[in-house]
């Protein structure tokens, strides 16, 4: 159980379009969902929480403008990157979890700006 | 500030050897403290967690530690295969579902 699915895995967009990302949980209700970006060779970095039904918390650095975030229903938020440019080139990670218990996380999806 | 510390960045072995991987953080109020593998490219998989009331949790062949006086939290990998090369990631839950990650030590198990 608990199951996390991403889509796409990977896109390849040009720079100054848009970019929207899937996260859902297949098997559960996620009350919180969050996304993470990873730089190669670094570590995950929290970008956002959402709690469904409202507005994202966004970490600091984080441009909410930038990087919108939607958790309209329990199984599924999106992220989408507004004008897109090479340096946003990341693996972008959410993971879901229910009411405060352990995150679940999807398999990441490779975002390459050209 | 909260953060999260693995040591060693990279680490190499032979098959069949023991060997341990060190998580250190700096704020001993956690909720709780996950280990989780990432392959090149890929996602999280989620190895152990710990909350915070536990000293240690054991999945097989890999047992995690916690001791929270001195921020410390170490991964146990027993009879390392080849298999098991991989990163290895500690999070850190210091504030509600707020996952603070290390930068990861990657593993070589050589066959």
């Known amino acids: 159980g608990a199951v996390v699915s991403q889509h796409p895995s990977w896109v390849i967009c040009k720079s100054g379009t848009s970019v929207k990302i899937e996260c859902r949980s297949l098997?559960?209700?996620?009350?919180?969902m969050f996304w993470y970006r990873q730089f190669p060779k670094q570590s995950l970095m929290l970008m956002a929480t959402s709690n469904e039904g409202s507005k994202a918390t966004y970490e600091q650095g984080v441009e909410k403008d930038k990087f919108l975030i939607n958790h309209a229903s329990l199984t599924l938020s999106t992220l989408t990157v507004t004008s897109a440019h090479p340096e946003d080139s990341s693996f972008y990670i959410c993971?879901?979890?229910?009411?405060?218990?352990?995150?679940?996380f999807g398999p990441g999806t490779r975002l390459t700006v050209t | 500030k909260q953060e999260v510390t693995q040591i060693p960045a990279a680490l190499s072995v032979p098959e069949g050897e023991n060997l341990v991987l060190n998580c250190s953080f700096t704020?001993?109020?956690?909720?709780?403290l996950q280990w989780f593998r990432q392959d090149p490219g890929k996602g999280l998989t989620s190895l152990l967690l710990?909350?915070?009331?536990?000293r240690e949790q054991t999945s097989g062949r890999l047992n995690a530690s916690l001791d929270k006086s001195s921020g410390r939290s170490t991964l146990y990998i027993a009879a390392s295969q080849p298999g098991d090369s991989a990163t290895y990631l500690c999070a850190v839950d210091f504030t509600p579902g707020k996952l603070i990650f290390g930068q990861g030590t990657t593993l070589q198990v050589k066959p």
């Open positions: 993971s879901a979890s229910f009411q405060g218990d352990e995150q679940y």
């Open positions: 710990i909350q915070s009331s536990q």
């Open positions: 704020d001993s109020a956690i909720y709780n």
């Open positions: 098997d559960f209700q996620a009350t919180t």
